[in-house]
Antibody, heavy 119, light 110 residues
């Protein structure tokens, strides 16, 4: 059974940093692309970032480009999202997702971790 | 700036059929955008329903179907049930490693 467990969310001040993790199990992590999708409170889903299976191809939404970095450690079956220069607009539940096919935003989803940016 | 459009809300009677659409602010949606559809209930993670326009994800009942209707992607639910009351999101692959979600449709079954 595919399991994706996000962690690392919490309260952070504007301008601060946070690193999210997504621990994967139940599948061969190193062979799948992964993504992060977020959802601000009461709002819709927003694609944030994607990474290919080897980790050498990374992609970002314009809203986070230059501030967020996606990475993965295939030896630890873990996906990361390093978030810097956080602002109130980054407050959201962040979901990690396994991509069965490159052209989907995600196919199997974690339960999410909440990031709150507030003074 | 690409905007993916969805109806903000829709209502369907139990047992009825409803079609939700997914369009572009500029241009037409085609299969080359690989439209996908997700269902989400409050407080829960998204659930993948449809990918690559019309392929159902594993375990999704066949009363959910995807298609291209005119210049939009479409999600049709036939024989709507009470537990279909959810938010539905489409997402389009814009190429070059970029995806854009629509704003979502809140479906009410009553």
């Amino acid at each position: 059974e595919v399991q994706l467990l996000e962690s690392g969310g919490g309260l952070v001040q504007p301008g601060g940093s946070l690193r999210l993790s997504c621990a994967a199990s139940g599948f061969t992590f190193s062979t799948y692309a992964m993504s992060w999708v977020r959802q601000a409170p009461g709002k819709g889903l927003q694609w944030v970032s994607a990474i290919n299976s080897g980790g050498d191809g990374t992609y970002y939404a314009d809203s986070v480009k230059g501030r967020f970095t996606i990475s993965r450690d295939n030896s630890k079956n873990t996906l990361y999202l390093q978030m810097n220069s956080l602002g109130a607009e980054d407050t959201a539940v962040y979901y990690c997702a396994k991509k069965l096919r490159w052209y989907t935003a995600g196919d199997d989803w974690g339960q999410g971790t909440l990031v709150t940016v507030s003074p | 700036q690409t905007v993916v459009t969805q109806e903000p809300s829709f209502s369907v009677s139990p047992g009825g059929t409803v079609t939700l659409t997914c369009g572009l602010s500029s241009g037409s949606v085609s299969t080359t955008y690989y439209p996908s559809w997700y269902q989400q209930t409050p407080g829960q993670a998204p659930r993948t329903l449809i990918y690559n326009t019309n392929t159902r994800s594993s375990g999704v009942p066949d009363r959910f179907s995807g298609s291209i209707l005119g210049n939009k992607a479409a999600l049709t639910i036939t024989g709507a049930q009470a537990d279909d009351e959810s938010d539905y999101y489409c997402v389009l692959y814009m190429g070059s490693g970029i995806w854009v979600f629509g704003g979502g449709t809140k479906l009410t079954v009553l």
